[in-house]
């Protein structure tokens, strides 16, 4: 099957800075990825839609000034976490499209502190 | 994108074959069914889908009623490592569209 990576596995950070996630399809193209993010015990939820070459797509309640994606090439998408605090501590999971089935990266876990 | 029913919990033997069901009463015609597992801390993983014919791979077989309004995932040999949970999802066809993810089914493989 189809190959997504992410980077970092895992980031702690303080309160008030940024932090950058960047996922990658590694044997194939995608203009299309997908960002989610689960908390402990509970099921993922779609933050945001990258499109490559044109603006994310946001789901409702996420807030798109506060999570950054940018699609800068067909096979890398990355969702910047700005001024982060305690309570966006969570997992982030990206996904990629390949043919008819998507395919997940290893997830990165964000710590803030 | 229809809903979809599964139980959030279920135990089976090592060994043994594990039958998960899940309901999809009202999923559409150009919607397939979709399985992916989640092992602890991990990324979800692809298993196997379908859209009306019985589907099996080298993971699991995957069983659609003709009505499509349910089907059942089985995996023919449970080991301690499929214990994840398993979300069944459906969806229109083209992969580019989103995956909405419900609660699983959390499996508990025991020996």
């Known amino acids: 099957g189809a190959v997504v990576s992410q980077h970092p596995s895992r980031v702690i950070c303080k309160s008030g800075t940024s932090v950058k996630i960047e996922c990658r399809s590694l044997?194939?193209?995608?203009?299309?990825m997908f960002w989610y993010r689960q908390f402990p015990k509970q099921s993922l939820m779609l933050m945001a839609t990258?499109?490559?070459?044109?603006?994310?797509?946001?789901e409702q309640g996420v807030e798109k000034d506060k999570f950054l994606i940018n699609h800068a090439s067909l096979t890398l998408s990355t969702l910047t976490v700005t001024s982060a605090h305690p309570e966006d501590s969570s997992f982030y999971i990206c996904?990629?499209?390949?043919?008819?089935?998507?395919?997940f990266g290893p997830g990165t876990r964000l710590l803030v502190l | 994108d229809a809903k979809t029913t599964q139980p959030p919990s279920m135990d089976c033997a090592e060994g043994r074959a594990a039958n998960l069901p899940c309901n999809h009463s009202?999923?559409?015609?150009?919607?397939?069914v979709y399985w992916y597992r989640q092992i602890h801390s991990q990324g979800p993983q692809y298993i196997i889908h379908?859209?009306?014919n019985n589907e099996t791979n080298e993971m699991a077989s995957l069983i659609i009623t003709e009505d499509r309004k349910s089907s059942t995932l089985i995996l023919p040999h449970a080991t301690l490592r499929d214990t994840a949970v398993y979300y069944c999802?459906?969806?229109?066809?083209?992969?580019?569209?989103?995956?909405?993810f419900g609660g699983g089914t959390r499996v508990l493989v025991k020996p």
């Open positions: 379908g859209l009306k």
């Open positions: 009202t999923i559409s015609g150009n919607e397939y």
């Open positions: 990258s499109n490559e070459g044109s603006k994310a797509t946001y």
């Open positions: 044997d194939f193209q995608a203009t299309t």
């Open positions: 999802i459906v969806r229109p066809e083209a992969a580019g569209n989103k995956l909405t």
């Open positions: 996904s990629a499209p390949n043919w008819e089935t998507q395919y």
